[in-house]
């Protein structure tokens, strides 16, 4: 195995897999030079692994591995990050991708989805993108769902998170624009494009395995501002800047929007009031039989982004076997034979190591 990235997804992914004795790792790819060169394990607070982080790519190129766990910030350099993607197909080694863009590759750009295809067929190799929404709870649960719908006029697959203990700046403020005046368009996610960047490959998986026919997508994305001056985990929010926002993509159909994919997310409980709330992710029918389903997480007072991070390292990882043995090209989440977590029952959960 090779782990790609160690932020707060790719460490939980290091920890998933040190505490599980049929994975080794043999490689691991850092952005920053700071980590490289230190163990793996005690880089994501863990056991040491014998395995050095490195910055070199030419190196985890030519390490010998059955898998790489790609979880690059890849929405930022996405030309850079798709010709790593392509460089480990063609190296021989399967590649499990967590970026929204990754999820359905020809859906977001023939071209992007032709390399990548002709990567995985050069190197004999199995390409798999997912994550949890999307990548997950935008996917695969409304589709589980549908087995049960007579006629649906809107679906609606919705994540409500509070933002204001993730800590990391560059993703809350360079890239969603928190704290950033409401017409700087320096942050990527002011730009319409960069927000279908997330939405456009998950809203077109779901719409055509739904059978949906002649439709369009439209991205979008609101704001609120902040009241006054506060801190979070991330950094400072000034008045008058950007501290709440709902954004996302509606599919319409016939000039009606019937599938919405949305994330409402906030920097303070008392932002965007108007909006819906909550700790975790919801899909709601309206239709015939009409229903709703939520999905809470941290229900014990854990930090709900860190916990979401670490639902999505664990789809990677229990990913991993399927993808293996998978024929050759791009599986993407409706390609792919089921997998289950199961040995979640069995494996204990090692002490953390302080890493300071």
């Known amino acids: 195995m090779i782990q790609w990235a160690t932020g707060n997804t790719g460490s939980h992914a290091v920890r998933a897999i040190a505490n599980r ?3 080794q790792l043999t490689g691991a790819f850092v952005y920053s030079k700071e980590k490289a060169g230190r163990d793996i394990g005690e880089v994501c607070g863990t056991r040491p692994l014998g395995v050095l982080a490195t910055t070199d790519r030419s190196e985890i190129m030519a390490a010998e591995a059955d898998c790489v766990l790609y979880m690059a910030f890849a929405e930022r350099g996405f030309p850079e990050a798709a010709g790593d993607v392509c460089q480990l ?12 863009p990754f999820l359905h590759p020809k859906a977001m750009d023939e071209q992007l989805g032709a390399a990548i295809e002709g990567a995985c067929q050069a190197g004999g190799v199995t390409f798999h993108g997912l994550g949890i929404a999307p990548g997950y709870m935008s996917e695969m649960l409304p589709l ?11 679906l609606v697959a919705r994540e409500t998170l509070m933002y204001n203990e993730y800590p990391s700046h560059e993703m809350m403020f ?3 624009g928190f704290g950033y005046e409401p017409d700087d368009p320096t942050p990527l996610f002011t730009d ?3 927000v279908g960047t997330a939405y456009k490959p998950s809203s077109v998986l779901l719409a055509d395995t739904l059978g949906l026919k002649d439709y369009e997508l439209v991205h979008f994305r609101d704001i609120e501002l902040a009241p006054e001056d506060f801190d979070v985990a ?10 709440a926002m709902r954004f996302g993509t509606r599919v319409l159909h016939e000039g009606r929007a019937v ?3 949305e994330h409402c997310t906030r920097m303070r409980e008392d932002l965007g009031s108007s909006w819906p709330r909550g700790d975790g992710w919801s899909i709601v029918v309206e239709g015939e039989p009409s229903m709703s389903v939520s999905v809470n997480i941290g229900i014990h007072g854990e930090d709900h ?3 979401a991070c670490l639902a999505t390292a664990m789809h990677a990882v229990h990913a991993i076997p399927q993808v293996v043995n998978a024929a050759p090209g791009i599986h993407t989440l409706v390609d792919l034979a089921p997998f289950y977590g199961g040995d979640a029952f069995t494996v204990a959960q090692p002490a953390a190591v302080d890493t300071k």
Request: glycine residues 8%.
């Open 259 to 261: 599938i919405v994919q």
């Open 192 to 194: 319409l494009e960069v």
């Open 174 to 176: 360079d890239f969603l």
């Open 305 to 307: 982004t860190d916990q």
């Open 234 to 243: 991330s950094g400072h929010i000034r008045k008058g800047t950007v501290a």
């Open 144 to 154: 589980s769902l549908s087995r049960l719908w007579g006629r649906v006029d809107k």
């Open 89 to 100: 197909l063609e190296s021989g080694k399967n590649v499990i991708a967590t970026s929204t």
């Open 21 to 23: 004795p049929a994975y």
